[in-house]
């Protein structure tokens, strides 16, 4: 059964940094780039992020170019979200997923893709 885990998440003050992570299995991590997303309850789904497959191609959404870095390790089907200079506006739980397009300028996944559960990110001002 394909499964994507996220982990990371927890309560930061503002300024802070957090790592997140997102462990796949079930399926060839090496075939598929990888998105993050995040949600606020009531607001539609924003993609954060992704990577592709070769790692050459990034996005960042621009509210968070410059803080956020991702990054995947093929040794261990895992993905990374290091995110530095936490603002009370990241606050959102944040999912990663297999992405249908990643390029430069945005990142599609939809219900056809593996998507995780989600994990908590809660940034104090």
């Known amino acids: 059964e394909a499964q994507l885990v996220e982990s990371g998440g927890g309560l930061v003050q503002a300024g802070g940094s957090l790592t997140l992570s997102c462990v796949a299995s079930g399926f060839t991590f090496d075939d598929y780039a990888i998105g993050w997303f995040r949600q606020v309850a009531g607001k539609e789904r924003e993609g954060v992020s992704c990577i592709s497959v070769i790692e050459t191609v990034q996005y960042y959404a621009d509210s968070v170019k410059g803080r956020f870095t991702i990054s995947r390790d093929r040794s261990k089907n895992t993905v990374y979200l290091q995110m530095n200079s936490l603002e009370p506006g990241d606050t959102a739980v944040y999912y990663c997923?297999?992405?249908?397009?990643?390029?430069?300028?945005?990142?599609?996944?939809?219900?056809?893709?593996?998507w995780g559960k989600g994990t908590l990110v809660a940034v104090s001002s």
């Open positions: 997923a297999t992405a249908g397009t990643c390029v430069p300028r945005t990142v599609i996944s939809d219900d056809k893709d593996y």
